[in-house]
């Protein structure tokens, strides 16, 4: 059966690329302490494929995430990103890489003493001098129109919901033209509406843009609508990973335990 | 035989010799515990410091964030450091006069507050009164942007936070605390020659003309500039402290206080060593 995305896809008249996968993360090792979160991961996304990373809390998939825009070093493994193994690489050469993608937070990270427009404005400001201010405005007035969020330039990340600033963070995420986006559970923390609300903005934005995303979330229905690819984690492995048709016809535990409690 | 049996036997009341050894155990633990921090922490700030060294270093540079901070960290303590400098420059004017008085050595007071302010507590006052308004501010500041992820989120966005957040702070304290030292000394002059002048009338043409005489540059300008050094402790042990932080509110506030205590208790070691200094290329 076709998901939400799938659909959104065939409207759109895409084709999948096949080739080189944008992202590939290969045997991933990551420990804290004795606590072992990560035991040899291997996931790849393509351009234009949403992956989505579910499981229980503390599976160590917000880790995942960050090794993978490079916050977090790797005990071993290696992650590949346009081909390039970034798996602990320095500060300075990780920032070209990372111009080519976006993050969005579990709870937003906006910068408390910047305007909801100041926000988004800080990546231009930073990687796009060649533009204008007029320009940079200009384009934060855009991306704030397609999160929905165009009438609330001047405001204070603390005057917005939670719901609003994952609006705003996703606009920033999206501020430097990203071809890898990275979603730290999108919709944790948010009324069913809004949820709905955020999960129809990321399915449109793939639409648009074709990015390769990773959305990791423990919501299955949102993973369900927003990705064509899922991945469930339980102890630092990947237990199955398939579209959401193969977990329901698995008959490990706790793949159908999971999707009873979701 | 059993400690137990041993007390009973011999109604002993001091530690017995299994007790003794757990005590030193766990004595020699706690020293090892803290001895492995105290070296763990400079560790710390020695690979900071080079991360922000290599960052201010190379471009991109942030002056746009370095001139915000100067404006941010001169205004914070401005009002704070004059009204110290005045408060300072009366209290040595009434004691300075009492003193010289016993000795009968009044002529002195000029010479004696001038030198007492610029060479001394000037400096030192505004050092630590800096290391707590600034050093808790920028502890606080970023201690909160670690914890909510802020700091994450600007490296993610491909900008260096040692270069953005740390190097602009410490430069900043760097070059604002002989500016504010400068303040701090003129107002202690001033307050302390207008209380000489409540009790003893004295032209303030005279008292400077007294006070500065015989002095050469080599008096004033290292003292003065010394701060510059308290600057780069205050700002870097505010940033290390900050962008060190975990835990939470209780982690933030945390922060906010080590950046004070450890950048005071700094500032004043270094006062010694830099005295010396003074004393030994100077003067």
Same mark, same amino acid.
């Given at each position: 059966?076709?998901? +939400?995305?799938?659909?959104?896809?065939?409207?759109?008249?895409?084709?999948?690329?096949?080739?080189?996968?944008?992202?590939?993360?290969?045997?991933?090792?990551?420990?804290?302490?004795?606590?072992?979160?990560?035991?040899?991961? *291997?996931?790849?996304?393509?351009?234009?494929?949403?992956?989505?990373?579910?499981?229980?809390?503390?599976?160590?998939?917000?880790?995942?995430?960050?090794?993978?825009?490079?916050?977090?070093?790797?005990?071993?493994?290696?992650?590949?990103? $346009?081909? /390039?193994?970034? +798996?602990?690489?320095?500060?300075?050469? %990780?920032? &070209?890489?990372?111009?080519?993608?976006?993050?969005?937070?579990?709870?937003?990270?906006?910068?408390?003493?910047?305007?909801?427009?100041?926000?988004?404005?800080?990546?231009?400001?930073?990687?796009?001098?060649?533009?204008?201010?007029?320009?940079?405005?200009?384009?934060?007035?855009?991306?704030?129109?397609?999160?929905?969020?165009?009438?609330?330039?001047?405001?204070?990340?603390?005057?917005?919901?939670?719901?609003?600033?994952?609006?705003?963070?996703?606009?920033?995420?999206?501020?430097?033209?990203?071809?890898?986006?990275?979603?730290?559970?999108?919709?944790?923390?948010?009324?069913?509406?809004?949820?709905?609300?955020?999960?129809?903005?990321?399915?449109?934005?793939?639409?648009?843009? $074709?990015? +390769?995303?990773?959305?990791?979330?423990?919501?299955?229905?949102?993973?369900?609508?927003?990705?064509?690819?899922?991945?469930?984690?339980?102890?630092?492995?990947?237990?199955?990973?398939?579209?959401?048709?193969?977990?329901?016809?698995?008959?490990?535990?706790?793949? %159908?335990? #999971?999707?009873?409690?979701? | 035989?059993?400690?137990?049996?041993?007390?009973?036997?011999?109604?002993?009341?001091?530690?017995?010799?299994?007790?003794?050894?757990?005590?030193?155990?766990?004595?020699?633990?706690?020293?090892?515990?803290?001895?492995?921090?105290?070296? &763990?922490?400079?560790?710390?700030?020695?690979?900071?410091?080079?991360?922000?060294?290599?960052?201010?270093?190379?471009?991109?540079?942030?002056?746009?964030?370095?001139? /915000?901070?100067?404006?941010?960290?001169?205004?914070?303590?401005?009002?704070?450091?004059?009204?110290?400098?005045?408060?300072?420059?009366?209290?040595?004017? %009434?004691?300075?006069?009492?003193?010289?008085?016993?000795?009968?050595?009044?002529?002195? #007071?000029?010479?004696?507050?001038?030198? *007492?302010?610029? $060479?001394?507590?000037?400096?030192?006052?505004?050092?630590?009164?800096?290391?707590?308004?600034?050093?808790?501010?920028?502890?606080?500041?970023?201690?909160?942007?670690?914890? @909510?992820?802020?700091?994450?989120?600007?490296?993610?966005?491909?900008?260096?936070?040692?270069?953005?957040?740390?190097? @602009?702070?410490?430069?900043?304290?760097?070059?604002?605390?002989?500016?504010?030292?400068?303040?701090?000394?003129?107002?202690?002059?001033?307050?302390?020659?207008?209380?000489?002048?409540?009790?003893?009338?004295?032209?303030?043409?005279?008292?400077?003309?007294?006070? #500065?005489?015989?002095? @050469?540059?080599?008096?004033?300008?290292?003292?003065?500039?010394?701060?510059?050094?308290?600057?780069?402790?205050?700002?870097?042990?505010?940033? #290390?402290?900050?962008? /060190?932080?975990?835990?939470?509110?209780?982690?933030?506030? /945390?922060?906010?206080?080590?950046?004070?205590?450890?950048?005071?208790?700094?500032?004043?070691?270094?006062?010694?060593?830099?005295?010396?200094?003074?004393?030994?290329?100077?003067?």
């Amino acid at each position: 059966m076709a998901t +939400a995305y799938d659909n959104a896809m065939m409207q759109k008249g895409c084709q999948k690329e096949v080739g080189v996968p944008v992202v590939a993360v290969k045997e991933l090792c990551k420990a804290f302490g004795v606590h072992h979160v990560l035991n040899g991961i *291997s996931l790849s996304v393509d351009r234009g494929e949403t992956l989505a990373v579910l499981g229980r809390s503390g599976t160590g998939k917000s880790v995942l995430l960050r090794i993978i825009i490079g916050l977090e070093a790797p005990d071993s493994g290696s992650v590949c990103i $346009q081909g /390039r193994n970034t +798996a602990g690489m320095a500060l300075d050469r %990780m920032g &070209e890489i990372r111009k080519s993608m976006g993050f969005l937070f579990q709870h937003a990270a906006l910068y408390d003493s910047l305007t909801v427009a100041e926000n988004v404005a800080f990546p231009l400001e930073h990687h796009r001098r060649d533009m204008s201010r007029e320009e940079r405005d200009e384009r934060v007035r855009q991306l704030l129109a397609e999160v929905g969020m165009e009438g609330d330039f001047g405001k204070m990340p603390s005057d917005i919901s939670g719901g609003m600033q994952k609006r705003v963070g996703l606009a920033r995420a999206l501020a430097l033209e990203p071809e890898i986006l990275l979603l730290d559970e999108p919709t944790a923390g948010l009324d069913p509406i809004s949820s709905g609300e955020i999960d129809d903005l990321i399915l449109k934005l793939q639409r648009e843009r $074709q990015m +390769a995303s990773i959305v990791v979330t423990h919501d299955l229905h949102s993973a369900k609508t927003i990705s064509n690819h899922l991945a469930l984690l339980d102890k630092g492995n990947v237990v199955i990973q398939g579209k959401f048709e193969d977990l329901q016809k698995s008959d490990i535990p706790f793949v %159908m335990e #999971f999707l009873k409690q979701s | 035989m059993s400690a137990q049996k041993a007390i009973a036997v011999t109604g002993a009341t001091t530690p017995l010799p299994e007790q003794q050894n757990r005590s030193v155990e766990s004595t020699a633990g706690f020293v090892g515990k803290k001895g492995n921090e105290f070296f &763990e922490w400079f560790g710390g700030l020695g690979i900071f410091s080079w991360k922000v060294i290599k960052a201010t270093v190379t471009p991109p540079y942030e002056w746009r964030e370095l001139i /915000r901070q100067l404006d941010e960290i001169g205004s914070m303590s401005l009002p704070l450091v004059a009204l110290a400098g005045s408060a300072i420059g009366v209290v040595i004017s %009434m004691e300075a006069r009492y003193s010289l008085s016993r000795f009968g050595a009044k002529s002195m #007071f000029p010479a004696t507050l001038v030198y *007492s302010v610029i $060479q001394v507590m000037g400096p030192i006052m505004t050092g630590l009164i800096v290391s707590g308004r600034v050093g808790a501010g920028i502890g606080a500041e970023l201690a909160s942007m670690k914890v @909510t992820e802020q700091i994450d989120a600007i490296e993610a966005s491909a900008i260096n936070p040692y270069r953005l957040l740390a190097a @602009t702070r410490i430069l900043a304290c760097i070059l604002v605390l002989p500016l504010l030292t400068l303040v701090a000394d003129a107002c202690g002059l001033l307050t302390g020659w207008f209380a000489q002048t409540l009790v003893e009338p004295l032209s303030f043409h005279q008292f400077i003309e007294s006070g #500065f005489q015989g002095a @050469t540059f080599n008096a004033f300008l290292p003292p003065t500039f010394k701060t510059a050094v308290y600057g780069l402790i205050i700002g870097l042990i505010a940033c #290390f402290q900050g962008m /060190r932080t975990r835990g939470g509110a209780e982690g933030v506030g /945390r922060a906010a206080t080590n950046s004070v205590v450890l950048a005071s208790l700094f500032v004043i070691l270094a006062d010694v060593v830099l005295v010396k200094f003074i004393l030994v290329f100077f003067q």
